[in-house]
């Protein structure tokens, strides 16, 4: 079954999970060869898509706000406020 959506201006293939299990390595080999995704369903719900490697990694959010933050005084030093939780 084909399906066009209004996002992209090709046509993306729509598969049932029994049919994308049964052919997962063609169909991963149509998708390189393509670059067209495939959205695979279960029950005529999507639950998934397989769309071609793109080699871009996410940015880690380690150091993201690296140079943004200041840290004003100590913040390792016990205050002067006893918590209800040691009580």
Known sequence: MLVVTSAQEH????????????KCLALMDEV???????VITK????VAEVR?????????PIGLHKGLIKIRGDIIAPVDV????LK
């Open 52 to 60: 071609p490697y793109s080699g871009k990694r996410p940015k880690s």
């Open 11 to 22: 046509p993306m293939q729509i598969i049932k999970a029994s049919e994308f299990k049964a």
């Open 32 to 38: 390189a060869r393509t670059g067209k995704p495939v």
């Open 43 to 46: 029950n005529g719900k999507p």
């Open 82 to 85: 006893e918590w209800d939780a």
